[in-house]
């Protein structure tokens, strides 16, 4: 099984301290050996959690402009953006069980990669848009486009792959955020587009159509 980029450090953690945990309760009697075999449980569970949450799967890349995340359509709706203008606004929230590797939506050029500091509350609410997130800005052949990776209230770090000026296929990967989250993504009306999804839909990154070009 591959482990997304910036997961080893984690899992490599929790195993050590299974492993030493384990040792300890070997060594160990009475009520400090049942703390130690309690902590080595605990920490082999957590060394599982990890090694399921920072899977990266091989992914086949659909058509259209395709899903940037594994999860759960919270919101599409038409909204008029600061940045994007007049743009299709569509919201993944991603459980914890989900991959958490996120992926290119088009072919595109990086102009911007920003990084805001904010507080870290529950990913699917309303309030989440003051969390910690980073924002990506795109330069596509249909013109901008907009991903804004936010963390939840269990997601402590976002870990981008992509840098400003990098050109940027189609389903190639572009971050990882740690533990629960949410992924927006607002594609410009001009584009002329059909969305092929809607509020409560199951998408994976890559594989799953967001929306089509009708040109």
């Known amino acids: 099984m591959k482990i997304a980029k910036g997961g080893l450090s984690w899992i490599g953690a929790a195993i050590a301290a299974f492993l030493f945990f384990s040792i300890l309760a070997v060594f160990t009697a009475d009520s400090l050996q049942k703390l130690f075999v309690f902590l080595s449980v605990l920490s082999g569970l957590v060394s599982i959690l990890f090694l399921v949450f920072f899977r990266d799967p091989q992914r086949t890349i659909g058509n259209g402009i395709v899903a940037v995340a594994d999860g759960i359509i919270r919101d599409v709706s038409e909204i008029k953006d600061a940045e994007i203008g007049d743009a299709w606004f569509i919201s993944t929230f991603m459980n914890i069980y989900h991959v958490h590797v996120n992926r290119m939506p088009v072919d595109g050029i990086i ?8 507080s870290h509350l529950p990913a699917f609410t309303k309030e989440s848009e003051r969390n910690e997130r980073v924002t990506l800005l795109i330069e596509t052949q249909f013109g901008l486009v907009k991903i804004v990776l936010i963390a939840g209230t269990l997601a402590r770090r976002i870990v981008p792959y992509v840098q400003q000026g990098e050109k940027i296929r189609k389903g190639e990967k572009i971050s990882l955020i740690r533990l ?25 990154a890559g594989g799953s159509i967001l929306a089509a070009s009708n040109v």
């Open 111 to 118: 102009k911007k990669v920003e990084h805001h500091s904010g």
């Open 180 to 204: 629960g989250s949410r992924v927006d993504v607002y594609l410009p009306k001009k584009m002329k587009l059909t969305v092929h999804v809607t509020k409560k839909d199951r998408v994976k």
